[in-house]
């Protein structure tokens, strides 16, 4: 990932090609991020080329660090500019991922190769935090199915001892999201959602009946 604004499109792309051989495969996606990079209008770069290591440091260092003067770490509260996967496990799947936009360039890779791969190769093309935050606005619209608010939700003395029935509330996440989503949500993401609710998104969290009723849930799976 390069963080830079799509203007540098061009020249970007010269750069790659400086440093590659005639027979090297470089693909350079365009993508734009909603949350990510705001100071650039979410606009960064997904690289993909065949380099070796020594090329990676020396692109590195002259053009990331010298001539673009973009930051390899968060630092004083500010994003990394640039990253690189140092070991690719599945050359389709990151291929998948640095064409999913399907907004890219490319040399010394067949298009038809490419082709079958963002079509067979699924990534959602909606940002994943988007998906969680419209999730999140829809389970606190609906949260009288899953807590247990008695007479006044507005009163925390009005809670029973179990404020928090966990299998309505999964029950919520599941069908909001076979309703939304064209494949199956598996039990880690359905867990971590219950507890991103529940610890970040629910108005009752500080309660101590909610609290405890929490960390019960918590410490059931340590």
């Known amino acids: 990932m390069i963080a830079l604004p799509q203007t540098y499109d061009d020249t970007l792309w010269s750069h790659l090609c400086k440093y590659s051989t005639e027979t090297t495969p470089i693909i350079m996606s365009k993508e734009i991020s909603k949350r990510s990079h705001q100071d650039i209008s979410g ?38 500019q640039y990253g690189r996967v140092t070991k690719i496990k599945d050359d389709v799947k990151m291929i998948a991922y640095t064409i999913k936009c399907n ?15 963002y079509k067979n190769e699924s990534f959602e093309k909606e940002d994943k935090k988007d998906y969680q935050e419209t999730l999140m606005t829809h389970l606190l619209a609906v949260r009288e199915t899953f807590m247990n608010l008695n007479n006044d939700p507005n009163r925390y003395d009005s809670l029973c001892d179990s404020p928090i029935n966990v299998y309505y509330l999964a029950e919520e996440i599941l069908m909001h999201h076979m309703e939304n989503k064209d494949k199956p949500i598996c039990r880690t993401k359905l867990e971590y959602y219950i507890e991103y609710y529940l610890q970040c998104k629910e108005p009752l969290r500080f309660n101590r009946k909610v609290r405890q009723q929490i960390l019960s849930i918590i410490l059931k799976r340590i």
């Open 103 to 117: 907004n890219y360039k490319k040399t010394n890779i067949d298009q038809s190769y490419l082709d079958e791969i």
């Open 43 to 80: 606009h960064h770069f997904h690289i993909y080329v065949g380099w070796e290591d020594k090329t990676w440091e020396a692109f590195k260092k002259t053009i990331l660090i010298k001539t673009y003067q973009l930051r390899g770490q968060a630092k004083d509260g500010l994003p990394r």
